[in-house]
């Protein structure tokens, strides 16, 4: 199992861009690695994923903004975030997934101001 730290949230005016990063305690190279988002008095949603091989899918609200990438040898995930929006607004949790666990990062905060 991996321990998750999210960094790179924080305030940013709609129309701006945000690299979220996903620091891993030790190697992802057969995980899949996904960014979800929650925000205030909502559930937790899907916003992108990547797997092993680098085959990428994303929630339908963030197609063609948001890039999700991974350096194996980092250990660790990015998510792009352009053309913000505010309705982008929300904590921002890394998750690794494989075949013997799954873990979650504590998230990081992104507000988008209109």
């Known amino acids: 199992q991996v321990q998750l730290v999210e960094s790179g949230g924080g305030l940013v005016q709609a129309g701006g861009s945000l690299r979220l990063s996903c620091a891993a305690s030790?190697?992802?190279?057969?995980?899949?690695m996904g960014w979800f988002r929650q925000a205030p008095g909502k559930q937790r949603d899907f916003v992108a994923r990547?797997?092993?091989?680098?085959?990428?899918n994303y929630a339908d609200s963030v197609k063609g903004r948001f890039t999700i990438s991974r350096d194996n040898a980092k250990n660790t995930v990015y998510l792009q975030m352009n053309s913000l929006k505010p309705e982008d607004t929300g904590v921002y949790y890394c998750?690794?997934?494989?075949?013997?666990?799954?873990?979650w990062g504590r998230g990081t905060q992104d507000t988008v101001s209109s």
């Open positions: 998750k690794a997934e494989a075949f013997s666990f799954v873990s």
């Open positions: 990547i797997t092993s091989y680098g085959s990428t």
């Open positions: 030790g190697s992802i190279f057969a995980t899949t």
